[in-house]
């Protein structure tokens, strides 16, 4: 038995950078697993939104030939890529690995071996797609990557697509299959699903649709792999293939990966207005159907993306329903937000700020859905500016405000800090006005026939102001956004360490140390009803009562196999893009398959039990 000491933050800050970084590499403690994410999300966050400021100071002019025809559409496709499934899906795993086995009263995550995986393939699939800007060119065939197009693209740039997108999403899959596993299996005692948290429910619904949704992409992907880098021909029509399939494919990831964006967020939103109103949240029972509603339609609209493809009057019609459909539950949740807040006692801060300033904005680009929704509408509106305004609107106005809420929530339960009040509201304030300024406009540039992914637009139709003003908002957001950063880097160094429970919270979450510690509860707490921190703090007590007595803790070890198994897949992956040129570049796929295989070996054959932590160790501890 191993002895193992739960290390306090001050002593975190003495130790050595080596020591620091190889506890990162081999952790596989959810919450250090959660920093991992937020800051690789975070990295390319900041990498995807200097992509949007190059589109925008592109646009902000006619004839501009600040950027390339060519390097515009590589740009494009990037910007689209890294925040869909770099920026956006990650952050949002940072916070359900920070909070969901809070939140149940669990130690950590099912498989903690495999969260650290995860993150990894999420890691190197993403540094692997963005090596193409340096080896050639990045990929120029769109986000969507829709096929003729990404066949006949020159260049090994699709190629970096397809592996790095392929590493990542397996990352992805297996994270979503993680907390399915967990939220089933490792919820405290008397946690009943009807008592679970909205955010763990939508996180938990969120993971269904990702075991559902995701190797729809990974079929894509290795159909788009073997014709470009085998000569197989699924999508290529001169050779019997269909192009269209490819639309399909991609939809039926691609629209449910909306509702994966935007699903947990919704339940965190559904916590927060409940926390900072000091009431229960209204609907419970009817949020969570909603929530189920919205993730089983999600699957039934993919080709409303298609209504100009021709599929005909009927499909056309019935995805239109469908799509309309989906308006019901969404008008659910937001009535029940604003129930829950009516006559509560409000406390606005720059948490509730992101929450309050997501309905307006959300409803809007709802509403836009709605319009494009209609089949003889979206003859006009397709692949024109509006789309763009109401795809930002749901995304950035839905997911990027969601996300700055929650970490401006949960900050203190991950660092033990709060973020600066002052630049919490700077950053938020600029970002709403630069958000509406930029895409606002963008509606009726759209209408006005602006065409999207077009690098420029002649001068006198009516285009140039519009453009100005959208680019002039994209600046503000800029601003917002380094306020952030700068708060971050500020609170790291200054700010006041954060109370056990600041926001008098409702959760289990908050009847933790902030940061929790090694193994979240000494005590695995019992669930006497929805809320169950504010059960107890009703009767008195303030704190949780155990469900069992002080006893040994098993956690697990800290392993470097899920570092080196993605690792051999990054290396893997150059060969497999360079094998079309020459034959001898597959040693590299020899190389890191064997690395990647030869991980899975040692994980397999070598008997890793973990380790325990003495209950005379924890008695020491409350002392």
Same mark, same amino acid.
């Given at each position: 038995? %191993? =002895?193992?000491?739960?290390?306090?933050?001050?002593?975190?800050?003495? %130790?050595?950078?080596?020591?620091?970084?190889?506890?990162?590499?081999?952790?596989?403690?959810?919450?250090?697993?959660?920093?991992?994410?937020?800051?690789?999300?975070?990295?390319?966050? /900041?990498?995807?939104?200097? =992509?949007?400021?190059?589109? %925008?100071?592109?646009?902000?002019?006619?004839?501009?030939?600040?950027?390339?025809?060519? $390097?515009?559409?590589?740009?494009?496709?990037?910007?689209?890529?890294?925040?869909?499934? /770099?920026?956006?899906?990650?952050?949002?795993?940072?916070?359900?690995?920070?909070?969901?086995?809070?939140?149940?009263?669990?130690?950590?995550?099912?498989?903690?071996?495999?969260?650290?995986?995860?993150?990894?393939?999420?890691?190197?699939?993403?540094? #692997?797609?963005?090596?193409?800007?340096?080896?050639?060119?990045?990929?120029?065939?769109?986000?969507?990557?829709?096929?003729? $197009?990404?066949?006949?693209?020159?260049?090994?740039?699709?190629?970096?697509?397809?592996?790095?997108?392929?590493?990542?999403?397996?990352?992805? $899959?297996?994270?979503?299959?993680?907390?399915?596993?967990?939220?089933?299996?490792?919820?405290?005692?008397?946690?009943?699903?009807?008592?679970?948290?909205?955010?763990?429910?939508?996180?938990?619904?969120?993971?269904?649709?990702?075991?559902?949704?995701?190797?729809?992409?990974?079929?894509?992907?290795? $159909?788009?792999?073997?014709?470009?880098?085998?000569?197989?021909?699924?999508?290529?029509?001169?050779?019997?293939?269909?192009?269209?399939?490819?639309?399909?494919?991609? @939809?039926?990831?691609?629209?449910? =990966?909306?509702?994966?964006?935007?699903?947990?967020?919704?339940?965190?939103?559904?916590?927060?207005?409940?926390?900072?109103?000091?009431?229960?949240?209204?609907?419970?029972?009817?949020?969570?159907?909603?929530?189920? /509603? #919205?993730?089983?339609?999600?699957?039934?609209? @993919?080709?409303?993306?298609?209504?100009?493809v021709g599929l005909g009057p009927v499909a056309n019609s019935i995805f239109a329903i469908a799509t309309m459909a989906i308006a019901v539950p969404t008008g659910i949740k937001i009535f029940n937000w604003l129930a829950t807040m009516w006559g509560g006692q409000i406390t606005i801060n720059s948490a509730m700020l992101w929450a309050l300033g997501f309905i307006p904005t959300f409803t809007l680009g709802g509403m836009t859905g709605v319009m494009v929704a209609s089949v003889v509408a979206d003859y006009q509106y397709h692949d024109s500016y509006f789309v763009v305004a109401h795809f930002h609107y749901v995304i950035v106005g839905g997911t990027v405000f969601g996300i700055f809420a929650g970490l401006h929530y949960w900050w203190p339960k991950m660092f033990g800090k709060i973020l600066h009040e002052g630049m919490g509201k700077l950053t938020f304030w600029t970002f709403l006005i630069g958000f509406h300024l930029t895409f606002f406009i963008q509606h009726f540039l759209g209408l006005m026939g602006m065409p999207r992914r077009y690098s420029t637009y002649e001068a006198d139709i009516g285009l140039d102001l519009g453009n100005l003003i959208s680019t002039i908002g994209a600046f503000f957001m800029a601003f917002g956004v380094i306020v952030f950063v700068i708060n971050v880097f500020y609170t790291a160094a200054k700010g006041e360490q954060a109370p056990d429970d600041p926001w008098d919270g409702r959760t289990l979450e908050w009847a933790t140390s902030s940061p929790p510690a090694h193994y979240n509860f000494k005590q695995v707490p019992l669930v006497r009803g929805l809320d169950p921190l504010w059960v107890e703090k009703t009767e008195g007590k303030g704190k949780m009562t155990p469900s069992e007595p002080l006893g040994d803790i098993h956690m697990p070890n800290p392993s470097i196999l899920p570092f080196m198994m993605s690792l051999g897949l990054f290396i893997a992956g150059f060969g497999f893009i360079y094998q079309v040129d020459n034959k001898s570049w597959l040693i590299l796929v020899f190389i890191g398959m064997g690395i990647t295989l030869g991980s899975m070996l040692t994980r397999s054959l070598k008997d890793d039990l973990g380790h325990h932590i003495t209950k005379e160790e924890l008695e020491r501890e409350a002392d």
């Open positions: 038995m %191993r =002895e193992v000491k739960v290390v306090s933050n001050a002593a975190t800050h003495k %130790r050595g950078f080596g020591s620091v970084l190889w506890d990162y590499l081999t952790t596989v403690d959810h919450k250090k697993i959660a920093h991992l994410y937020l800051f690789g999300g975070g990295f390319f966050f /900041l990498v995807g939104g200097l =992509e949007a400021m190059l589109i %925008r100071i592109q646009l902000m002019q006619p004839n501009s030939d600040f950027l390339s025809n060519g $390097l515009y559409n590589e740009i494009l496709t990037m910007h689209g890529t890294t925040m869909i499934f /770099l920026a956006a899906m990650p952050l949002i795993f940072a916070l359900m690995n920070a909070v969901i086995p809070l939140q149940i009263g669990a130690r950590d995550v099912a498989f903690p071996f495999i969260n650290s995986l995860g993150f990894w393939l999420f890691l190197f699939g993403g540094l #692997i797609l963005n090596c193409s800007w340096f080896l050639g060119g990045a990929p120029d065939a769109g986000w969507t990557s829709y096929a003729p $197009l990404s066949i006949i693209s020159p260049g090994h740039g699709v190629d970096f697509y397809v592996i790095g997108l392929q590493i990542a999403g397996a990352g992805t $899959l297996i994270g979503g299959i993680n907390f399915l596993v967990t939220i089933v299996n490792m919820r405290a005692p008397g946690m009943t699903y009807m008592r679970m948290p909205l955010f763990t429910w939508a996180s938990f619904i969120t993971s269904v649709l990702i075991l559902f949704a995701f190797p729809a992409l990974t079929v894509g992907l290795f $159909l788009l792999m073997f014709d470009r880098m085998f000569d197989a021909a699924f999508f290529d029509v001169t050779l019997g293939g269909n192009a269209i399939i490819w639309e399909h494919i991609f @939809w039926i990831f691609g629209h449910p =990966e909306v509702y994966i964006l935007i699903l947990p967020l919704f339940g965190l939103f559904s916590d927060m207005f409940s926390t900072f109103s000091k009431k229960r949240l209204f609907g419970y029972t009817a949020m969570v159907f909603a929530t189920m /509603l #919205i993730a089983f339609l999600g699957f039934m609209v @993919w080709a409303h993306h298609m209504f100009t």
